[in-house]
């Protein structure tokens, strides 16, 4: 009995030591993610060519385009929706031919134009710097199809050393006015019968070409290299963003 009385009483003084327990009840939640990158697509949607050919076009503008009289159809062909093979025929000093073309943002990330490059890749190069270029685009920057702004480079200028319109100007203008193309939108070089843009990009022939240029050619690329919006998108951007001014960005 006595051991019996001894134990018992050695559990009471354990349980005062030990104090009062609770049980804590525990659970999980758990945060499930799938990450899905985005894709960056510039596409090559429609490509033109207008010469002395298409008169009825050219007299539907006031001016006419009488500079493209004596032009004649080449060939404009759109390769792999990212570049743009063009043959220009029967030029001759002072004379015009008009492409049309326009790149849509297929993917979704929104994108700005980057850079422009101008290549002579091929035939006479003293050809090649006679040629002028003059540049007109219009933008939907908001993916709706329809046109937000536009602008112009007008004076003929070479394609061939420190003016380099395409390459300088255009990307200049694109610049000043923090130009974005949502997904869904386009940049056009493009000038359609009921557009009110007189040109897009126009090529001539330096007016004072000689007759050693006669029965000549030469080939060059344009590349348009682009890039998505933002190149530092770990910061707050909303300040410098040239889509349709609806961002909601936010600090990281």
Not at 15 to 33: C, E, I, N, P, R
Not at 112 to 141: C, H, M, P, Y
Not at 173 to 178: E, G, K
Not at 184 to 202: A, T, V, Y
Request: with cysteine; hydrophobic share 35%; charged share 20%.
């Amino acid at each position: 009995m006595r051991k019996t009385r001894f134990i018992a009483m050695v559990l009471v003084v354990a349980l005062m030591l030990v104090g009062a327990g609770y049980a804590a009840w525990s659970d999980q939640v758990f945060l499930k993610t799938t990450v899905r990158t985005g894709n960056f697509d510039m596409e090559i949607t429609k490509a033109g060519l207008r010469t002395g050919d298409n008169d009825e076009q050219n007299y539907a503008h006031n001016p006419p385009w009488s500079s493209y009289d004596w032009t004649h159809s080449g060939e404009i062909d759109i390769v792999n929706g990212n570049s743009v093979e063009v043959e220009f025929l029967d030029l001759y000093p002072g004379g015009v031919v008009h492409v049309d073309m326009t790149t849509t943002n297929k993917g979704t990330i929104p994108a700005r134009l980057k850079s422009i490059d101008v290549e002579f890749t091929g035939g006479n190069e003293e050809l090649f710097k006679k040629l002028l270029s003059a540049v007109s685009w219009k933008a939907d920057i908001t993916g709706d199809n329809i046109q937000d702004t536009y602008g112009h480079v007008n004076e003929l200028k070479f394609l061939y050393g420190v003016e380099r319109t395409l390459e300088v100007e255009t990307i200049a203008q694109l610049n000043d006015r923090n130009i974005v193309i949502e997904p869904g939108g386009w940049l056009s070089f493009d000038s359609s019968e009921d557009s009110e843009q007189d040109n897009c990009i126009r090529f001539m022939l330096n007016p004072n070409a000689g007759n050693e240029f006669q029965n000549q050619s030469c080939r060059f690329k344009v590349t348009f290299n682009w890039e998505q919006w933002s190149t530092t998108p770990g910061v707050d951007n909303r300040g410098t963003y040239g889509g349709d001014g609806d961002f909601g960005g936010s600090n990281y």
